[in-house]
Each structure stands twice: as C-alpha cells, then as structure tokens.
C-alpha cells in the first residue's frame, strides 16, 4: 500500500548513495547483519528455482572454482557464506542477493575464459560486500510503502534484478572491486577492458544525456574506467 495511504507521512526516499546509515534502521526494522541479508537471498533463489532450470556439471563446477579462489582476498568481509548457482538460459546477465550469485548460462558462454568470468563474479561478490544489497532492499521497501516483515516481503522485488539495477556509482565500484579480487587471486584484471568493448557491441553510441538517464554505465566508458583503474591502482599497462 501506499504511504499517504496508510496514514504514515511522506518522507524524502533514502539518499541510494549514502553510507552513512549502512546499518541502520528500515521501517521500524534494524540490518544488523549478514545473516539477514541472506535470507532475502534466499527467499530469491526459491522464486528463481520455479521459473529456471539450474545446471550442475562443467558450468557450475567452474563458477564454484573462481568464487572459491575470489573470498579469501576479500577484505574486511561482511561474513557471507557465499554460494553460486548456474541458471540455464542464453541471457548474458549475472546478479547476487544476500550473499546467493546467480550466473547465466549465457553470461558464462559469453565469457572467454575464467579471467573474465572472475571479474564477472567479483564484481557480484562486491555488491555484497559494498552495502548495494541493503541499500536496495531500503530504497524497494521505501518505493512499496510495504511496513510488515522487512525481508520476506521484498524477496519478490529484489528478485527482479534483472530490471532493476543499482545506481551506476554502485556498478563502477563494483567493476573496481571486483577487479580487485580478480588480481589478488591470480587472475588478468585487463580482460575486463575487452569484456566490456565486448558487452558494448549491443548498445546504441555512447551520449552524455542518455547516461545520465541509465542505471548501469555504457558498456565502452566501464570498458574505458577499468583500463584506467588497472593502470592507475596496479602499475599494469593492459594492450
């Protein structure tokens, strides 16, 4: 229901990029932990369960491989206990919520070897680490004017990342971070530039007014920031 609605006041919508209040209160309820966040994650992948096939196999064994290379160099971690599962669909996308990442079929075939793919898990795995998840949940449960269990009832929206983004501040920090784990795990962060040329062969000429109206960044400036990442944080010079 609506907040006006329901008799409570309308308030101005939670600042997305404010860090300020990362573990504080939502509707009268309070994220203290990652252990909640997780059972949002899990409410998620139930609902994905009944709308995909998950695969095991090859596919999985190879995204559990990376990610299991990836956590142990994630600073100051949140204590997720992370998991990933492999959905069978030619869609090219990956998301995460609560600590459970999702990767495609798609998005692993797109992938040219494990450097990107490890980038690609990376960057799922910062978006936990970053706060994303939770400042989602907040700005979902703020637009839904929903006040009764805080998780459960937005399990239903938050699994709807695939039409609903984060900001592209929060997709360019995890870009970095996620190249971050990706080199201190062995793997070439400088497949990330070709990765992103690659994504970008899809989208329409790169235009500042358009940019400011999207979610996730164009494709070839992601391309263009992590060059400039790697080169500027890593004394890397990528060809």
Avoid at 10 to 35: M, T, V, W
């Amino acid at each position: 229901m609506a907040a006006e609605a329901s008799g409570v006041a309308q308030a101005d919508a939670p600042d997305d990029d404010d860090d300020s209040n990362q573990h504080g209160r939502l509707c009268g309820h309070s994220i203290r932990s990652a252990a909640q966040e997780e059972e949002v994650g899990k409410e998620v992948y139930d609902q994905m369960k009944e709308e995909y096939d998950f695969t095991n196999g090859v596919y999985l064994n190879r995204c559990q491989t990376i990610m299991d290379r990836l956590v142990p160099h994630i600073k100051d971690a949140k204590g997720f206990n992370y998991k990933i599962y492999v959905m069978e669909t030619q869609m090219i996308n990956a998301f995460t919520v609560g600590g459970y990442i999702f990767v495609t079929t798609g998005i692993i075939d797109f992938s040219k070897n494990d450097s990107e793919l490890a980038c690609i898990i990376g960057h799922e795995i910062a978006h936990n680490e970053r706060g994303h998840i939770e400042k989602q949940v907040k700005k979902n449960k703020f637009n839904q004017g929903l006040f009764g269990d805080v998780f459960g009832e937005v399990a239903t929206g938050l699994s709807n990342m695939f039409t609903a983004p984060f900001n592209q501040k929060n997709e360019t920090e995890s870009d970095f971070y996620g190249i971050g784990y990706a080199y201190a795990a062995g793997y070439d962060p400088c497949v990330s530039i070709e990765l992103w040329k690659r994504m970008s062969e899809d989208e329409s000429e790169f235009n500042h007014l358009e940019n400011m109206m999207r979610t996730h960044p164009f494709s070839i400036k992601r391309s263009e920031c992590c060059r400039n990442h790697i080169e500027s944080n890593y004394n890397k010079t990528c060809p």
